[in-house]
DNA sequence: AGGCACGTCGCTCATCTGAGCAGTCGGCAT
DNA sequence: ATGCCGACTGCTCAGATGAGCGACGTGCCT
């Protein structure tokens, strides 16, 4: 930011060059000709120009997206694709459907005929599924089973459903709660036709989408909907994260918990093997469960906003 | 300034490239190799977010100088040098110090000691020598005879004598007025030895320095200097500008009038023959006259504030 | 189905560009 | 004077880049 003694012909003349090349796309040997100058000399004055700050290059978009941050993002955890949505709302529902037609706007622009969708429940996942415009025959698979919220509207199996009959694709969806009390009845559960051949899909998906939750209260439905014993178990394991009932620790490691042994849903192996997983998480408490997911490389791409991408950024 | 239909992986992937090579300087092949695209998509991609306005580039300085009008008005008009100050003020007498200085810093870092320096007579030139700091031993040549303003302290002489000897080089001058009431007088006081020695340094005169003015009253000390009838003569003629004592219309061609024989200064093609004639205009008003000295092809360097930069501008 | 129009992609080739290097000049102490 | 030092300049050469072109795929109309 600096600038040693420089006078003002001086000044004027890495302005005039710096406009001709970096603006009028001019080439330097032209420059040079033109100013009577070396094209070297040329180079050595636009450098100077850029390096004292007298030309400043920036990006900005004027519309919903912060394609800064995004572009930051996508290259600090080397997310395929990732997007930061411009809200100054925080409350969670609004974000919630912003984020939601942000992520419907994302799969529909990279989704092609020969992908397969995978589907975790989340609210924000259920928000996307009502502003998706139909996809190109796309089958989509269940990931997790049912968890009943008070209030919520959909459940995962009817998000999958809906999705595949607006798309013309077929819905591979399950009937089954995400957790039961015992070990011995979730294996049971896996073993019905209808579960198995749902999960057997699992590894013909390319492309999936799923909320992020922190393992606090108010933060993750698996959380609240957990008996006392096992969110105090998870904690003890060191859990941060769960990405749609993965847990993970705070660098992002996977947990194992005798609780995952009592769920219906994707585990961690399985959603390795997903070439892109998208995640939608909101809420600027989450911002250490991000960074989990993201650590961790499940996922592939992001959905989020200001705030919390600022966060996320902010120490990681 | 339009974006066609595109999405947010478009988007955010044409910023990502763009903060990549126009920022962090990286080359489009090694953007290409690492997102595994060809160098030419990562080209087009760019060349995308620059067309879109997804990237601006923009000169400014955080100073009195405005770079980017001075660069556009050097531009346009070939000009070797173009400094545009950047004040609010707009009452004459500040303006002249600061286009003073401004001009001062000019000359001290473009001139060398292989020139030569004409001096014309105008109060900013005069201003101008205030704030000069010592010249490399350059001769100093007086390009017009004295001019009396009331409440001016510096005559064209005495400008001249101050810069010549706070430099070491020679002062070239010659006490004459710089209107006559007749042909014949003028005639013979440019046969005075001294007169015509000065006059003699004209053609090695390598840069020089007047004011502009235009032909309306209170715009051109020597309009306001002149008698009434001359005043509307030049008028009539279509006279715009007065440089320095040579005159031009609207569109800068030199306009012969009778006045000129009985002035004692510099004249059309001598003024012509100089490499780099820095002019010195302030006001508004003058825009017209600035256009003029301008087109003429006389001025290689202009030293003037912004409001009057931007209306030479906007059209010409 | 075939043909057409359009857009997209990546290639070739000539040009542009940057890194590093050697020559030149002015200032300065000896 | 003489020789050194640092700043600046323009060169070489290899790598980066852009303009223009044909190949290909897609969608649409006949």
């Known amino acids: 930011m600096d600038q040693g003694f420089t006078g003002p012909a001086h000044l004027v003349l890495m302005a005039s060059l710096a406009r001709g090349h970096l603006i009028q796309g001019r080439s330097k040997i032209e420059l040079a000709a033109e100013f009577g100058l070396s094209r070297f000399k040329v180079a050595r004055l636009i450098d100077e120009a850029r390096d ?7 990006i900005r978009h004027h519309g919903a997206i912060d394609v800064d941050l995004s572009a930051r993002l996508a290259e600090r955890y080397e997310l395929t694709h990732s997007v930061v949505v411009d ?7 609004s974000l ?6 942000a992520a419907a ?5 990279v989704i092609t005929a020969k992908d397969v969708l995978g589907l975790a429940w989340a609210r924000a996942v259920s928000a996307m599924a009502r502003s998706l415009r139909p996809l190109p025959g796309t089958p989509v698979v269940q990931l997790t089973g049912a968890l009943t919220v008070p209030g919520g509207r959909d459940t995962s199996v009817d998000v999958v459903r809906e999705v595949a009959s607006s798309s013309g694709g077929t819905a591979h969806v399950f009937y089954a709660p995400f957790t039961v009390p015992d070990a011995a009845t979730a294996r049971a559960l896996r073993q019905q036709p209808e579960v198995a051949r749902a999960f057997g899909r699992l590894p013909s998906v390319t492309k999936a989408v799923a909320g992020i939750g922190l393992w606090e209260p108010g933060q993750s439905t698996l959380y609240d909907a957990s008996s006392e014993s096992d969110r105090q178990e998870l904690h003890r394991l060191g859990v941060c994260a769960d990405v749609s009932g993965v847990f993970l620790d705070i660098d992002g490691r996977p947990v194992h918990t005798e609780l995952a042994e009592r769920m219906i849903g994707i585990d961690y192996a399985q959603m390795r093997a997903i070439p892109e997983l998208i995640a939608i998480p909101y ?13 961790s490389g499940l996922v592939g791409g992001l959905v989020t906003h200001t705030a ?7 120490d990681g």
């Open 52 to 58: 004292s700050g007298l030309v400043r290059i920036e």
């Open 87 to 93: 809200t100054p709302e925080d409350d969670a529902a």
């Open 96 to 101: 919630r459907e912003h984020l939601g037609r």
């Open 105 to 109: 706007e994302l799969l529909n622009e």
């Open 283 to 295: 809420g600027v408490a989450k911002a250490p469960a991000v960074r989990a997911a993201l650590r």
């Open 308 to 314: 919390l991408a600022r966060l996320v950024l902010d």
